[in-house]
């Protein structure tokens, strides 16, 4: 399993580091504080981008 701080998730979902860590900090995004750092589980970001873009897609059909 990888782990990403807070830059490499930023990195990895196309954000900025301070909107990843608002996102990490009210819970949006998955993540545990250690140390003073955000870590990620990369498994479990990719499964929140799952997540995310099957609600998006359902929430874009019903306005239509």
């Known amino acids: ?3 990403l701080n807070a830059k490499e998730t930023a990195g990895y979902i196309g954000c ?3 909107n990843t860590l ?3 900090n009210t819970g949006m995004l ?3 504080k250690s ?3 955000w870590l990620v589980s990369q498994k479990a970001l990719d499964e929140w981008i ?4 099957r609600k ?3 929430e874009r059909r019903m306005k239509r």
């Open 56 to 58: 998006q897609s359902r």
């Open 16 to 18: 900025s580091k301070n």
């Open 22 to 24: 608002t996102m990490l």
């Open 30 to 32: 998955p993540g545990i």
């Open 35 to 37: 140390g003073g750092r």
């Open 50 to 53: 799952d997540n995310e873009t």
């Open 1 to 3: 399993m990888r782990i």
